[in-house]
């Protein structure tokens, strides 16, 4: 079993509907979780970051962990065009002294 | 403020000489991070450098390689090219020095290829 697990896509949704982007990871000793959106021939951007469980909210993107069955999600509301990108999650276990594990990233596409 | 820089932007190289990347952190960071971006594996962590030292090393063999000068910036060397090195590689940069690490900037990358 990979250590992060996220659905490929792409996912393909109407302008203004609510995204739920997620990933699986197997390792309890994860701590931080990242979102980064990556743009076409761009590096990926840091969205958003929790640390543990619970919700996070940041305009109009929430950020969820949910550390008991071992799942995150990114939810964007009223979506936009401009939010068509890959979105990559990301987890470490020690802050300072751990590589970060990213998922393979999810293709989506806002159509207008 | 000039964020993570990297050079060349595209690189065209031949199998088995050298590869060598280049990368400029954000200023006042002294943490700098190689990954490597190869279709459908994902993103890949290959090195993280602070203060000038090798912190940690991803499952790349030893001819994937890099340094950290005084000024923070990073070079990654790439010997022996095979096929398969053909990837985006890509450099972060955070402030280090056990703090905030997990908040990484992102260069473009370099489109590397090789034929």
């Known amino acids: 079993q990979k250590e992060v697990e996220q659905d490929p896509g792409p996912l393909s949704v109407p302008e203004g509907a609510i995204v739920s982007l997620n990933c699986t990871y197997s390792n309890s000793a994860f701590q931080y979780f990242m979102w980064y959106r990556q743009y076409s021939r761009k590096g990926p951007e840091l969205l958003m970051y929790t640390y543990s469980s619970g919700n996070k909210e940041d305009g109009r993107f929430t950020a969820q962990v949910d550390k008991s069955s071992k799942y995150i999600s990114l939810f964007i509301r009223d979506s936009q065009p401009s939010d068509s990108a890959t979105y990559l999650c990301a987890m470490s276990a020690i802050v300072g002294d751990d590589k970060i594990i990213f998922g393979k990233g999810t293709r989506l596409h806002i159509l207008p | 403020e000039a964020g993570v820089t990297q050079s060349p932007t595209h690189l065209k190289k031949t199998r088995g000489p050298q590869a060598t990347l280049r990368c400029s952190p954000i200023?006042?960071?002294?943490?700098v991070y190689w990954y490597q971006q190869a279709l459908g594996l994902g993103l890949q962590f290959l090195l993280w450098y602070d203060e000038g030292e090798e912190r940690n090393r991803g499952n790349f063999p030893p001819r994937f390689s890099g340094r950290q000068f005084p000024n923070y910036s990073s070079e990654l060397n790439v010997n022996a090219l095979e096929l398969e090195d053909s990837a985006l590689y890509l450099c972060?940069?955070?402030?280090?020095?056990?703090?905030?690490?997990?908040?990484?900037?992102f260069g473009p990358g370099t489109r590397l290829t090789v034929t």
């Open positions: 200023s006042g960071h002294t943490s």
């Open positions: 972060a940069s955070s402030l280090g020095g056990g703090g905030d690490s997990y908040e990484q900037y």
